[in-house]
Structure formats: structure tokens, C-alpha cells
């Protein structure tokens, strides 16, 4: 079956640290570039972070870049996103979503049912 299972979401407090994971199975895991989009309460989709197929490639969205890193072991197929200094403002369901090209310019045309990151004192 082709999918993406998140895993790792939960309570931290502010300044905390979180690791989430994203599990890819069904498809060539390491010819594809992903992502990690995120959904606040009440608000849109908001992109979040991007790494190509091997890795040697990363981008961020603005207020993430610095304490969040994205990282992928293409070995375990899994997609990786630590964040760290964790904000109120962090707080959203985390979706990880495979891009249609290596290079992480394309569509997204694989979505993962998101895991809840929730920052709170």
C-alpha cells in the first residue's frame, strides 16, 4: 500500500523539543523529494520545511529555520523533522507529503494523516 504514517507528535512545553517521523512504504522512497506542511487551529496549510531525494538539499520556512531541521535515512525510508525551542505558535497537526520530483520543486501527490503537535505550558 502506498502510504505516510507521522508519528511523534504530542505535548511539549515551550522551549521544548520535539522529533517527528514520517514512515514511507509503497513507492521508491529515495527518488522522490518531500516535505512537512503544517495546519494551526483555525488556519491554512502553511509549508514548513523541504529536502531532496538525497538529502543534500534543505529548505525552510522563515520562522522555522534555525530550530527545526529536516532529515531523511532513505535506508529506513523514513522522513524526519526535529524541532526544536518549540513556540505556542508551533502548534498544528504536522503533515509529511511526497513531492511529484526529486528536487522538491513539484506537487505534492502523497499525504500522511498528520500527527498533533501541541505547545503548551
Known amino acids: 500500500e502506498v502510504q505516510l504514517v507521522e508519528s511523534g507528535g504530542g505535548l511539549a512545553q515551550p522551549g521544548g523539543s520535539l522529533r517527528l517521523s514520517c514512515a514511507a512504504s509503497?513507492?521508491?522512497?529515495?527518488?522522490?523529494?518531500m516535505s512537512w506542511v503544517r495546519q494551526a487551529p483555525g488556519k491554512g496549510l502553511e509549508w514548513v520545511s523541504a529536502?531532496?531525494?538525497?538529502?543534500?538539499?534543505?529548505n525552510y520556512a522563515k520562522s522555522m529555520k534555525g530550530r527545526f531541521t529536516i532529515s531523511r535515512d532513505n535506508a529506513k525510508n523514513t522522513l524526519y523533522l526535529q524541532m526544536n525551542s518549540l513556540k505556542s505558535e508551533d502548534t498544528a497537526v504536522y503533515y509529511c507529503?511526497?513531492?511529484?520530483?526529486?528536487?522538491?520543486?513539484?506537487?505534492?501527490?502523497?499525504w500522511g494523516q498528520g500527527t498533533q503537535v501541541t505547545v503548551s505550558s
Open positions: 507529503a511526497k513531492v511529484s520530483t526529486p528536487s522538491a520543486y513539484g506537487t505534492y501527490d502523497l
Open positions: 509503497g513507492f521508491t522512497f529515495d527518488d522522490y523529494a
Open positions: 529536502i531532496t531525494w538525497n538529502g543534500g538539499s534543505t
